[in-house]
Antibody, heavy 117, light 111 residues
Framework: EVQLVESGGGLVQPGGSLRLSCAAS????????MHWVRQAPGKGLVWVSR????????DYADSVKGRFTISRDNAQNTLYLQMNSLRAEDTAVYYC??????????WGQGTLVTVSP | QSALTQPPSASGSPGQSVTISCTGT?????????VSWYQQHPGKAPKLLIY???KRPSGVPDRFSGSKSGNTASLTISGLQAEDEADYYC???????????FGTGTKVTVL
């Protein structure tokens, strides 16, 4: 059974930084593209970023480009999202997900990031 | 990246059918057969229901079906059940500049 467990969320001040992790098990992590998706409280899903199986390609939504960095450690079966220059509008639950052919197959339970003074 | 347009709500009685639309543009929904649909219960992670417009992952009941015409994709839930009450989101590949876009979400209520 595929398990994705996000961690690293919490309360951070505007302008601050946070690094999210997503630990994967039950799958051959190194063969999957991985994505981050976020959901602001009471709002819809928003795609954030993706990374290729070997980390050689990374893509971002315009709203986070230049502030967020996605990375992965295939030896540790872990996905990361480094978030810098955080804004109030980045407040959301952040989900990691495995990707197959432009779809999101398995999702973690999410980790809440709150950006507030 | 503008969200795909879905109706905010839809409803039906048990056993009835409900269809949710997802309208985009020729740069996303209309340009690729990479539309997928997700179900999200309150406080839970989304779950993949349909991918590549009309394919179901193993374990998803055949009551859920997908289709597409032009720039609009649709999800139909047949034989509505109480456990189908949830939020539903469409999702489309949008090319090598915009990458991916979700729909605005539809809350389905079982009356």
């Amino acid at each position: 059974e595929v398990q994705l467990v996000e961690s690293g969320g919490g309360l951070v001040q505007p302008g601050g930084s946070l690094r999210l992790s997503c630990a994967a098990s039950g799958l051959t992590f190194s063969t999957y593209w991985m994505h981050w998706v976020r959901q602001a409280p009471g709002k819809g899903l928003v795609w954030v970023s993706r990374i290729k199986i070997n980390g050689g390609i990374t893509d971002y939504a315009d709203s986070v480009k230049g502030r967020f960095t996605i990375s992965r450690d295939n030896a540790q079966n872990t996905l990361y999202l480094q978030m810098n220059s955080l804004r109030a509008e980045d407040t959301a639950v952040y989900y990691c997900a495995t990707s197959g052919s432009h779809r999101l197959d398995d999702w973690g339970q999410g980790t809440l990031v709150t950006v507030s003074p | 990246q503008s969200a795909l347009t879905q109706p905010p709500s839809a409803s039906g009685s048990p056993g009835q059918s409900v269809t949710i639309s997802c309208t985009g543009t020729s740069s996303d929904v209309g340009g690729y057969n990479y539309v997928s649909w997700y179900q999200q219960h309150p406080g839970k992670a989304p779950k993949l229901l349909i991918y590549e417009v009309n394919k179901r992952p193993s374990g998803v009941p055949d009551r859920f079906s997908g289709s597409k015409s032009g720039n609009t994709a649709s999800l139909t839930i047949s034989g509505l059940q109480a456990e189908d009450e949830a939020d539903y989101y469409c999702y489309s590949y949008a090319g090598s500049n915009k990458f991916y876009v979700f729909g605005t979400g539809t809350k389905v209520t079982v009356l």
